[in-house]
Nanobody, 122 residues
Framework: QVQLVESGGGLVQAGGSLRLSCAASGRTVSAYMMGWFRQAPGKEREFLGRISGGGITYYTDSVKGRFTISRDNAKNTVYLQMNSLKPEDTAVYYC????????????????WGQGTQVTVSS
């Protein structure tokens, strides 16, 4: 199993940037497809994108061009770089791990972090 811990959330003004980190322990992240999700108040958890062990990424249209997922296998850490943030990006952000190459649904990811809050002020 793998344990995940997110960090890097906080309060930022609209147009600003944040980089979230997802540190893994227990197993190497290179063995997993790593996904990022977010959940805004009153809304369902939303899939944002994923990165494979080999570094291949996929993004949903809602964040494509603004968010970038990367990984440092030596540090066993995955990152979510968020640029041009908007108030509607305010949410709790989660990383998750899956053994499925095309994982994009919540149920595809059995391992989750605790989440980190991102608040974007207007």
């Amino acid at each position: 199993q793998v344990q995940l811990v997110e960090s890097g959330g906080g309060l930022v003004q609209a147009g600003g940037s944040l980089r979230l980190s997802c540190a893994a322990s227990g197993r190497t992240v290179s063995a997993y497809m790593m996904g990022w999700f977010r959940q805004a108040p009153g809304k369902e958890r939303e899939f944002l994108g994923r990165i494979s062990g080999g570094g291949i990424t996929y993004y949903t249209d809602s964040v494509k061009g603004r968010f970038t997922i990367s990984r440092d296998n030596a540090k066993n850490t995955v990152y979510l770089q968020m640029n041009s943030l908007k108030p509607e990006d305010t949410a709790v952000y989660y990383c998750a791990a899956s053994l499925l190459y095309t994982a994009s649904r919540l149920n595809d990811y059995p391992y989750w972090g605790q989440g980190t809050q991102v608040t974007v002020s207007s």
